[in-house]
């Protein structure tokens, strides 16, 4: 079945700092992928998207990849700011039978000044 | 107004009690979802809706029940509560129309069984 695997956190930088957050995938076909960021107190908001591969998705200065090769859709922001501090989920929506969102277990980044 | 709304959104309860909690959305979707959140094990599916006469069983769906009464309104009810029920509940929407299948989160409840 389809699964998703992300580092495992938590994550703390300096604000400034370059962020990565590895997210790679199992899946039959060209799955759609995403990341969503959870504010604390807050549900899921949806970060980027991408439908296909090689398609780069960007949003809030976050940027990432679909790259078939890999299997992987690899969240990176070259500056990262306290307002970050958050809960990121890579997800993918797969192909076959029901469109189903399927989460990995989510990174907790803390971003200090 | 927020698109996706939740109620209850904190609620302690005993176990053994019945409990539901609603969705209520204004996004017109056909779509709606029930998931729980634990930590680090992310967001689990635990039943979905593709239109008010169509209910699935997600992943995780034993000690659940759901109810579409609208197109509008998708509730979750726990029978009869158990503590390792104690999670984050989210709700959420998506349009199949235009292919993206874009999920849209409500704010959650935080549901404590004790």
């Known amino acids: 079945g389809n699964s998703v695997t992300q580092m495992e956190g938590p994550v703390t930088l300096s604000e400034e700092a370059f962020l990565t957050i590895n997210c790679t995938y199992t899946a039959t076909g060209y799955p759609s992928l995403f990341w969503y960021v959870q504010y604390p107190g807050e549900g899921l908001q949806l970060l980027l998207k991408a439908t296909k591969a090689d398609d780069k998705g960007s949003n809030k200065g976050f940027e990432a990849t679909y790259r078939k090769e890999t299997t992987s859709f690899h969240l990176e922001k070259g500056s990262v700011q306290v307002s970050d501090s958050a809960v990121y989920f890579c997800?993918?929506?797969?192909?076959?039978?029901?469109?189903?969102?399927?989460f990995g277990q989510g990174t907790r980044l803390t971003i200090n000044p | 107004d927020a698109d996706v709304t939740q109620t209850p959104r904190n609620r302690i309860t005993k176990t053994g009690k019945r409990i539901m909690l609603e969705c209520s959305q204004t996004k017109g979707h056909d779509r709606m979802y029930w998931y729980r959140q634990d930590p680090g094990l992310g967001l689990r599916l635990i039943y979905y809706s593709f239109d008010v006469k169509d209910i699935n069983k997600g992943e995780i769906s034993d000690g659940y029940s759901v109810s579409r009464q609208a197109q509008a309104k998708f509730s979750l009810s726990l029978e009869s509560a158990i503590p390792n029920q104690t999670a984050l509940y989210f709700c959420?929407?998506?349009?199949?129309?235009?292919?993206?299948?874009?999920?849209?989160f409500g704010p959650g409840t935080r549901l404590t069984v004790t």
């Open positions: 959420a929407t998506s349009d199949a129309t235009g292919g993206t299948y874009e999920q849209y």
């Open positions: 997800a993918l929506l797969g192909v076959q039978g029901a469109q189903k969102l399927v």
